[in-house]
């Protein structure tokens, strides 16, 4: 059961678990880039929240803003050139942004872990995935080699790396991409994390790998009562993983809601533009009709509804007035001010 929470200040909107508080509470974050161009409001006031054992998808196309609010989840972000100006990250209660250090490595990659698109450089070439996944046992716990090698087998076994026994001396090149993710996914779970954090793990795989390593953070996380955070451009690889979307664009939330309702009856003309560009394999041939125009320079955002310019819903009303996130539903939000329309157009 979950409770959904909205601030009537800032019009963001957060759910929860209705007892027993959110693992990660993200509140009106705000983080932007001060570069020799101007400043860029990379993420525009943000808020969700994530409890055990849920999956949110924050899903939106490159530049929205995603990614960003991950890293600053993380405290990876680059400083400079980027500042979060406001906003809390409260990790079971407690501000990330007020933590000393020396906390904060304590949290990172061991409560809070983090999987990359790109496992091929996340990967040290010169070292065994074994040592690689045994050092996160070592470095953190402080095992004995031998012991750090046991636990690095069962954790390859745990993400289905056929031959782990056999394999865990190889290097990465000798892995195929979805193998080296998996074991990016083992070297994350290996401290048993609290939160997990996928950024695009499988926009560099093809279609049947990305497909499998879904399946299989799909099945770790029901293992575990461990909160996923996905982070894609594809909505059609969350539907069988998450239990809620947030739709980004051009650094704010436009669209929240679960994640069978987005499907079913989606109240933001930018997310009826996502499902209809998914490739649907029961319609081969069809042609896809992808969302025109580009993603807008987050420099300089245009005025009113950031969307307008690409959305063939637009009216006068759109270019001078921001929506705020409205109330679809308890648990569904929607910042178009005609998400009734769009809402009504899909029953
Ligand atoms: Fe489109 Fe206007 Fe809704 Fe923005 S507010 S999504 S421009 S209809």
Not at 12 to 38: I, K, M, Q
């Amino acid at each position: 059961m979950r409770q959904v929470l909205v601030d009537s200040d800032t019009g963001s909107n957060r759910t929860a678990a209705a007892l027993g508080g959110p693992l990660l509470d993200v509140d009106n974050l705000h983080v932007e880039f001060r570069t020799d161009y101007g400043v860029v409001r990379a993420v525009d006031g943000i808020s969700y929240t994530l409890a055990g054992g849920e999956s949110l998808a924050i899903l939106g196309e490159s530049g929205s803003g995603k990614s960003v609010s991950a890293q600053a989840v993380m405290g990876i972000l680059d400083t400079p050139p980027a500042f979060v100006t406001q906003g809390s990250i409260k990790f079971r209660g407690e501000d990330m942004l007020k933590m000393s250090p020396e906390r904060l490595r304590g949290i990172r990659g061991a409560r809070i872990a983090m999987i990359f698109q790109d496992a091929l450089s996340a990967l040290n070439p010169v070292f065994s995935v074994g040592d690689q996944i045994g050092e996160m046992f070592r470095a953190h716990q402080g095992m004995s080699k031998k012991h750090a090698k046991i636990r690095a087998i069962e954790l390859m076994d745990r993400v289905r790396i056929p031959s782990a026994r056999e394999r865990v001396g190889d290097y990465p090149h000798q892995f195929s991409g979805g193998m080296r993710q998996r074991v990016m996914i083992a070297m994350a779970l290996a401290l048993d994390p609290d939160i997990l954090i996928a950024d695009e793990p499988t926009t560099a795989l093809d279609v049947t790998v990305q497909a499998q390593v879904m399946a299989l953070l799909a099945d770790l996380q029901q293992e575990t009562s461990m909160g996923l955070i996905l982070i894609t451009h594809d909505l059609g690889v969350v539907a069988d993983v998450a239990d809620r979307i947030a739709v980004m664009y051009a650094g704010r939330i436009v669209e929240d809601a679960p994640v069978h309702e987005v499907y079913a009856r989606p109240a933001h003309p930018y997310t009826e533009g996502l499902i209809a560009s998914i490739p649907r394999l029961d319609q081969k041939g069809q042609h896809l009709d992808p969302i025109a125009g580009q993603p807008p320079n987050l420099a300089h955002i245009p005025a009113g509804c950031s969307f307008h310019p690409r959305c063939p819903r637009a009216r006068r009303r759109c270019s001078v007035d921001v929506p705020a996130l409205m109330d679809v539903s308890a648990e569904h939000h929607s910042a178009c001010h005609y998400w009734e329309e769009v809402v009504n157009d899909h029953r």
